[in-house]
């Protein structure tokens, strides 16, 4: 069993950036897939970026390539996200997730873990 819990949500002025952390706790493995989603009001939630706990297998969605950055720190036990040059779009609910598998994909069903969320709003 795994538990994710996220923080480092907030508001945010356009341009500007936010660190989010995903601590981890229970067993994982080099061969989990870590991932980043969010979930915007009425929409469905999207893929973010992921990588491999080892490190490596590093993916983002093309809205954020360039100025999200995930990351772990495994000596801490914990999953980064830094987003810079943030825009309003990008305004939502963002959920770290856990796969005891390598994921390809950007599917939010091939995860089998969750953290609870934490919200970010990007406005002037």
């Known amino acids: 069993q795994v538990q994710l819990v996220e923080s480092g949500g907030g508001l945010v002025q356009p341009g500007g950036s936010l660190r989010l952390s995903c601590a981890v706790s229970g067993r994982t493995f080099s061969s989990y897939t870590m991932g980043w989603f969010r979930q915007a009001p009425g929409q469905q939630r999207e893929f973010v970026a992921r990588?491999?706990?080892?490190?490596?297998?590093?993916y983002y969605a093309g809205s954020v390539k360039g100025r999200f950055t995930i990351s772990r720190d495994n000596a801490e036990n914990t999953m980064y996200l830094q987003m810079n040059s943030l825009k309003p779009e990008d305004t939502a609910v963002y959920y770290c997730?856990?796969?005891?598998?390598?994921?390809?994909?950007?599917?939010?069903?091939?995860?089998?873990?969750w953290g609870q969320g934490t919200q970010v709003t990007v406005s002037s």
């Open positions: 990588m491999g706990w080892s490190g490596g297998r590093l």
């Open positions: 997730a856990a796969a005891p598998r390598i994921v390809t994909t950007v599917r939010e069903y091939d995860y089998d873990y």
